[in-house]
């Protein structure tokens, strides 16, 4: 059984920062990619893609976080940090870690999820 769980949201305000983590525990063999989306408050609003990493450390970041946000992962620990700076309040949502996970004895690769950080950012 593999568990993502994410910790580090709260509030925040205009141009303050957090830090999210996310580890990874259970029966794993490899952690591929992980990454980080985002849903926003209201209605039919799709998750958005925030960044990612690959296991050799490659990074990907949406447009609006460029150069405010850093992705960043612990291998030894299985665990993926996202560092937020200069924070706005269109940055309010609520943050889901993932990562691409072999479990043993098995060649498949999942997505397995976390259950989602509340980050708020208002004065």
């Known amino acids: 059984q593999v568990q993502l769980v994410e910790s580090g949201g709260g509030l925040v305000q205009p141009g303050g920062s957090l830090r999210l983590s996310c580890a990874a525990s259970g029966s794993i063999s490899s952690i591929f990619t992980m990454g980080w989306y985002r849903q926003s408050p209201g209605e039919q609003r799709e998750r958005e893609f925030v960044a990612s990493i690959t296991n050799k450390g490659r990074t990907n970041y949406a447009d609006s976080v460029q150069d405010r946000f850093t992705i960043s992962r612990d291998d030894v620990k299985n665990t993926e940090y996202l560092q937020m700076n200069s924070l706005k309040p269109e940055d309010t949502a609520v943050y889901y870690c993932?990562?691409?996970?072999?479990?043993?004895?098995?060649?498949?690769?999942?997505?397995?999820w976390g259950q989602g950080a509340q980050v708020t950012v208002s004065s």
């Open positions: 993932y990562g691409e996970i072999l479990v043993p004895g098995s060649a498949l690769l999942r997505n397995y």
